[in-house]
């Protein structure tokens, strides 16, 4: 399957999953704990500057992050236009620094790393008759199929793009949808042979 993780080395790919995961949470809270548009402003300075910091690591996540802040402003405009810009901002500037964050978190983490924290972390519901490894291997294979999905909607339109010379836009639906089947089938498929 695609991915998102860059072989780029960067300051942030010297730090634990874990590490990197409490912080992306932590920042996640303060986030949302921010009312006013002035720290909410520094602190999407402060997210751009930790994005822009890992140059060449987020070549691949680069298409991502433009969907986002046209969403971003999407929002915005909506509550503007509701006569609320103030939320419109605020949301806005949460969106924004909460995806830069995690696209940063992404194209620097492997995934079978994300998956050893993970398993750490859901141990203790062991006790109740949950088993902390499938749970984990879930989650990462949601992480996994996300970043999949972009990767693969990249290369269909770049792929359009090389034929017709525009964006292939809602064209690309029904083939992205097919291959995304595909390779769910093809995991699925690996997951009973190896774990069955």
């Known amino acids: 399957m695609g991915s998102l993780y860059s072989e780029h080395l960067t300051w942030l790919h010297r730090w634990p999953a874990g590490a990197k995961l409490l912080a992306l949470a932590l920042a996640g809270v303060l986030l949302f704990a921010l009312r006013e548009p002035a720290p909410l402003l ?15 690591a987020t070549q691949a996540a ?8 046209l969403a971003a402003a999407l929002v915005a405009g909506f509550h503007g236009w509701m006569g609320d810009w103030r939320t419109g901002l605020a949301s806005a500037l949460r969106l924004a ?14 995934s079978g790393d994300i998956v050893e924290v993970l398993e750490r972390l859901l141990a203790p519901l062991r006790r109740v008759g949950v088993s902390p490894e499938r749970l984990s291997l879930q ?6 199929f996300t970043e999949h999905f972009f990767v693969q909607w990249k290369k ?17 639906v029904a083939p992205l949808t097919v291959q995304m089947l595909q390779t769910a089938r093809r995991v699925a498929d690996a997951l009973f042979m190896r774990l069955g």
């Open 97 to 110: 620094c909460a995806c830069s964050l995690g696209i940063a978190f992404t194209v620097t983490t492997r």
């Open 139 to 144: 989650l990462a294979l949601m992480l996994r």
């Open 42 to 56: 520094a602190a999407t300075a402060a997210c751009a500057l930790v994005y822009a910091s890992l140059g060449p």
């Open 156 to 172: 269909l339109d770049e792929a359009h793009r090389l034929r017709t010379g525009r964006a292939g836009g809602l064209r690309l």
């Open 62 to 69: 680069r298409r991502l992050l433009l969907s986002v802040l």
